[in-house]
């Protein structure tokens, strides 16, 4: 007779998805870590939460692959429960009940209280801004609103998010507080849409503001700025990142598409021209301003002459940084009542095209910065190389700086001035400046 045992419960949080879905799980780490139950971030645990994204097609697919394998692993009994909660589940709750129920429960994106209680543990009220962060010491994500309140034809966020909500200035100082206590270094706001900040809470769009309290924090000595709208960009940001030396000369800025046609159906709420100003007004406010942007190819509709029109567009604007996807068709959002009748493999050879453009342009602009001095900070060691970033490049999605370890010794969570000897497409090699 098989005797159950006495062990300690070992939570481990897997997390999918975006940086919004990191700062969740870290979140929910920090409440388990607070009720003294033993947390772990994508380790070994008999007790599994994961964390989902139900964004598009390929990150449904993962989440649903990847709960389906914990579920496997219960049968198995290498792990006792399985808990699911994020997008994916806010989304398609009912129809995972049924297809997958050997999952012990599921949640929503606003269920942290419940889900804490299926776990033995208690909400704690008075931990705003205590987190497990799971990224390297040196940096951290701040979110600083939820949901989105856009309404773009395309994008299903709204409906697993809900609307926007901003978070207290206030509070959003003291979560930073704790972060720079230890030994964050970098910040990274992230935010559905950082243009919408304030709105709600102070009648006005207030981003400005968020950063003029957050820059004031002691230990936190760069502010990156994540996913802002271009619609109604409160320019007066600008002018408090070309005078605070904290706040990077840095901006992701998901622009989607530029032919007018393509963006009226997505109901962007702009035009190529006024697109293509904003861009300027940046380049001239910040001349040495790094922007990122993404990009979807194959929306319903899209005409050759559309696609035309966007390569010419990226040729033209020179991005310093560039992403670009395929659509996905997602039931539920104001796009799916049109055909999707751009074929794959069209928007697969579409998208191709676009990231040759860039990578082009990338290896000109890297090339540009041989022979130049740059303040990194550095992330990790891998291989041979110690990793590190310059202020125009955040985590994951950018360029790297490549030191050669064999060579050279720099402390990893630490600046250090570099000098950079060589460039590829997306990677720069340095040395540091002793």
Known sequence: MRTK????????????????????SEVLMG???????????????????????????????????????????????????????????????????KEIPNVD??????????????????????????????????????????????????????????????????KLVAETEKLAAKGVKELILIAQDLTYYGLDLYKKRNLAELLEALVKVEGIEWIRLHY??????????????????????YIDIPLQHIAD???KSMRRGTTQAKTTKLLQDFRNAVPEMAIRTTLIVGYPGETEEDFQTLKQWVQEMRFERLGCFTYSHEENTHAYALEDDVPEEVKQE?????????????????????????????DRKEGNYFVGRTEFDSPDVDNEVLIDASQHYVKIGDFTTIKIIDASDYDLYGEPIV
Not at 354 to 374: A, H, P, R, T, Y
């Open 228 to 249: 802002a709208f271009p619609t109604g960009f409160p320019m007066d940001v600008l002018e408090v990142m070309k005078r605070e030396p904290k706040i990077c000369n």
């Open 31 to 97: 409440q388990l870590r607070a009720n003294n139950k033993e947390v772990v971030h994508e380790e070994e645990g008999n007790v599994v939460v994961i964390n989902t994204c139900g964004f598009i097609a390929n990150a449904k697919e993962e989440s649903v692959n990847t709960i389906l394998d914990y579920v496997q692993r219960k049968e198995e009994g290498l792990v006792d429960k399985v808990f699911v909660t994020g997008c994916l589940s806010e989304r398609y709750k009912p129809d995972l009940e």
């Open 105 to 170: 429960e599921y949640f929503g994106t606003s269920d942290l209280p419940n889900l804490l209680k299926a776990l033995g543990a208690d909400y704690k009220h008075e931990l705003i801004g205590e987190r497990l962060t799971t990224t390297p010491k040196n940096y951290a994500y701040l979110k600083i609103a939820e949901g989105c309140d856009r309404p773009c034809s395309f994008c299903a966020i709204p409906l697993m998010r809900g609307k926007h909500k901003s978070t207290p200035i206030e």
């Open 350 to 378: 579409r998208a191709n095209e676009i990231m040759e453009i860039q990578s082009q342009i990338s290896w000109e602009l890297n090339q540009e910065k041989i022979g130049k001095v740059f303040r990194c900070i550095i």
């Open 5 to 24: 045992s006495l062990k300690k419960n070992k939570i481990n949080v897997v997390t999918l998805g975006c940086s919004k879905n990191v700062y969740d």
């Open 261 to 263: 046609p393509i963006l």
